[in-house]
């Protein structure tokens, strides 16, 4: 199991890669959510990844995705991902959908974790819809661990819901709750779990940004870190903080370049520009894959990866969205 030292962000202790792999595929629910089993066609091992982990789908040269591994992890040589075809798609899902079929190859770059499993005696895990795929890893982790579990899961109806065949194994410690079904909703069920704090409990969550707010919302009066969350959708960005700068100077430190950052810029758009080798991907603040160390300056978190604790250490920030609230900040890149 895969845990977070309360000091500081965890840093992954396995390799990241950018490698093609060929398609398996199945239908994971039967409306529209699909699951797509990754191998490298020449039988190489992939990369070990941890629960929570994720890797971006190259899908074209400006379109990317990013999706939960929700696989096994002790299988070496696959990765399983589920994909979701959303109504009203941006151009990912729908292009796994129509041309990701059996035995196609596609680009992928990972693992990449920011929503590693802590290790508890006992959990909360809470889902809805394709917010599954990440739990999944996680309760079979916890259940190898011996930890105390239960999940509930809620979609609108259970067409939608994906792997429930792969959760019956687990019995009564998963609440299965579709809408269309279900004479208790989903929000009465949450409420219920978490309306007053378990005694050494973690609460994982991922779903839809409704869900979120609810269970947030639920978890103010619980312990500080009790709850973590992963997005798939960034959250609203709040007003910037006081004394966030329009205009700002970054130091690239490995490169020896500073750019300056002006109002209608991002950090990462800047450094882009200026020749700085930078990697990102939803452009949103919500993948983590343009993390970078701050070495020195405060900079204005608009993220929704860190949490409230990390985004006070000031140690990192996602340069696709957040700003800063120093004059100068130095970076690592």
Known sequence: MTTTEESGRARPAYREVEVDVV??????????????TLADPTGADLPEWAAGSHIDLLLEPKLVRQYSLCGDTANSGEWRIGVLLDPES?????FVHEKLQEGANVR????????????????????????ITPILPMIAAAQAAGADWRLLYG????????????????GDRVTISAADESDTPF???????????????????????????????????????????ERFSAKALAEPSPGALETFEVECQRSG?????????SVFEACEEAGVDVLGSCMEGICGTCECDVLEGEPDHRDSVLNDAEKARNDVMMICVSRSRSERLVLDL
């Open 23 to 36: 398609v398996r595929r199945r239908e994971v629910a039967s409306d529209g959510v699909v699951a797509l």
């Open 90 to 94: 941006r151009g990912g899902s729908k």
């Open 108 to 131: 992928v770059r990972g693992p990449r974790n920011h929503f590693p499993l802590v290790g508890s005696p006992k959990y909360v895990f809470i889902a809805g819809g394709i917010g």
């Open 155 to 170: 979609g609108r109806k259970r067409s939608t819901m994906a792997f429930l065949d792969e959760l019956e194994r687990y």
């Open 187 to 229: 929000r009465t069920e949450l409420e219920s779990v978490l309306s007053e704090p378990a005694d050494r409990t973690l609460v994982y969550c991922c779903g839809p940004e409704g869900l979120m707010e609810a269970v947030e919302d639920a978890c103010k009066i619980w312990p500080d870190d009790s709850l973590h969350v």
């Open 257 to 265: 370049v500073t750019v300056t950052v002006p109002a209608d810029k």
